[in-house]
C-alpha cells in the first residue's frame, strides 16, 4: 500500500485524514435509500448470491480447533443487571 501511497498521482491525498475520516468526499451518488444497488452495474447485481466467497477450511483446519469454542458477548443476552454477557472461553 505504501507504493501506492507515495505514487504521483495520489500526491494530493493526505493519508492520515483520509484513515481519520476527515476528508469530505466531492462525489456523493443520489440513493433512493442506504441499501440501494441502483448505482452498481447490473453486471454485478444480477449474479446469483453465494453464501461465501471462500472454500471451507479443510479438515485439517478445523481440527486444529477441536474442542474450542467461543461466544461472543455482544451475541450474549444482557445480565440481570442490564449489562452485556461475559465472552465464554472454552478449551
Excluded: Y
Excluded at 492520515?16 to 440513493?31: G, M, N, W
Excluded at 483446519?61 to 442490564?82: H, R
Amino acid at each position: 500500500a505504501d507504493a501506492i501511497k507515495r505514487h504521483p498521482f495520489f500526491k494530493q491525498i493526505n493519508w492520515a485524514k483520509l484513515d481519520r475520516r476527515e476528508i469530505e468526499s466531492k462525489f456523493k451518488p443520489q440513493v433512493k435509500c442506504p441499501k440501494s444497488i441502483e448505482n452498481f452495474d447490473k453486471i454485478w447485481t444480477d449474479q446469483p448470491p453465494e453464501d461465501s466467497p471462500c472454500a471451507t477450511p479443510g479438515s485439517h483446519i478445523t481440527s486444529m480447533f477441536k474442542g474450542f469454542t467461543f461466544t461472543d458477548a455482544n451475541l450474549l443476552p444482557l445480565s440481570p443487571d442490564g449489562n452485556p454477557g461475559h465472552a465464554v472461553f472454552h478449551s
